[in-house]
């Protein structure tokens, strides 16, 4: 099983819609994970932490259900300008403590 | 302002032939790293390093090396030994205890023929 695995996509959704992508990862004992943007041909960005209280931050909400081990990313109110790549991404599970694995990313296309 | 940069945007390069990516920061960072990204692939850790004169093998290390002689500057050479160069690398930076926070360069598309 891939330490961190999402689903690719694309989610083709209208503007104002709310839209949910999952990550699943194989690690028990990780405590924290993250999720970043990469907009097209582009550098990823943190856009948030995933704690186990989960993160709020305007329209975008990151929760973490530990017993079937998946955190998720919602957007309510979908804009055009939201439209990019989303990486989950998860410490590495190689004892190294500075090593991050990231996902393949989840496509977000908003539709006008 | 403070950031990475990477240089160049694109290069070109026949096969056979070693290149060498730039990659600068003047965020301060003690940290430093450098991906590849592949279609249909996350990013792969290639090299990084948590200080000065310092530096670890990442996951997909064959066919690379890196040098950290100064705290700003993290380059890494693309050798004739790797199999498949033709890649999007991208460089980043952290502060040692906030690795998850990970600020990355414009990347350099790399394409070798």
């Known amino acids: 099983r891939k330490e961190v695995e999402q689903d690719p996509g694309p989610f083709n959704v209208p503007e104002g819609a709310t839209v949910a992508f999952n990550c699943t990862y194989s690690n028990s004992a990780s405590q924290s994970f993250f999720w970043y943007r990469q907009d097209c041909r582009k550098e990823p960005k943190l856009l948030m932490s995933?704690?186990?209280s989960g993160n709020e931050d305007g329209r975008f909400t990151a929760q973490l259900n530990r017993a079937s081990q998946y955190i998720s990313l919602l957007i309510r109110d979908s804009k055009l300008s939201d439209s990019a790549t989303y990486l989950c991404v998860a410490p590495s599970t190689s004892g190294a403590t500075n090593k991050l694995i990231f996902g393949t990313g989840t496509l977000l296309a908003v539709q006008p | 302002d403070g950031g990475i940069t990477q240089s160049p945007k694109y290069l070109f390069r026949k096969e056979g032939q070693n290149v060498t990516l730039s990659c600068e920061q003047n965020?301060?960072?003690?940290?430093m790293y450098w991906y590849r990204q592949d279609p249909g692939q996350g990013l792969r850790l290639i090299y990084y390093s948590q200080i000065v004169n310092d530096f670890q093998k990442g996951d997909i290390a064959e066919g690379y090396s890196v040098s950290r002689e100064k705290k700003e500057s993290f380059p890494l050479t693309v050798t004739s030994a790797q199999k498949n160069p033709t890649a999007f690398y991208l460089c980043?930076?952290?502060?040692?205890?906030?690795?998850?926070?990970?600020?990355f360069g414009p990347g350099t598309r790399l394409t070798v023929t």
């Open positions: 995933v704690y186990s």
């Open positions: 965020l301060n960072h003690d940290a």
């Open positions: 980043a930076s952290s502060k040692v205890l906030k690795t998850y926070e990970q600020y």
